[in-house]
Nanobody, 114 residues
Framework: QVQLVESGGGLVQAGGSLRLSCVAS???????????MGWYRQAPGKQRELVAT???????IYADSVRGRFTISRDNSKNTVTLQMNSLKAEDTAVYYC?????WGQGTQVTVSS
């Protein structure tokens, strides 16, 4: 089994920045076979949506709504994936979930005040 634990959420004013981190722990074998990791988010009353993903080799995909503002990175040696969020907007308010293969974190709240 693999556990994903997020950190770094909080309250920020529009235009500000936050950095989310996710650490994978548990079965080393299973962690090492995880190719795609990423972040999804779910706002109240909306479906969970992809924010950004990154492969073990560093190939990234971003949602159109965050491209140019958010940056995803990964450190395979530390089993971590990070989401740097800049120029935050009120519509970025959501619970952000770390994702790795078939595993999910518990979520961290990001609130952007306008």
């Amino acid at each position: 089994q693999v556990q994903l634990v997020e950190s770094g959420g909080g309250l920020v004013q529009a235009g500000g920045s936050l950095r989310l981190s996710c650490v994978a722990s548990g079965s080393i074998f299973m962690i090492n076979v995880i190719n795609v990791m990423g972040w999804y988010r779910q706002a109240p009353g909306k479906q969970r949506e992809l924010v950004a993903t990154i492969t073990r080799a560093g190939t990234t995909i971003y949602a159109d709504s965050v491209r140019g503002r958010f940056t995803i990175s990964r450190d395979n040696s530390k089993n971590t994936v990070t989401l740097q969020m800049n120029s935050l907007k009120a519509e970025d308010t959501a619970v952000y979930y770390c994702y790795g293969q078939s595993f999910w974190g518990q979520g961290t709240q990001v609130t952007v005040s306008s």
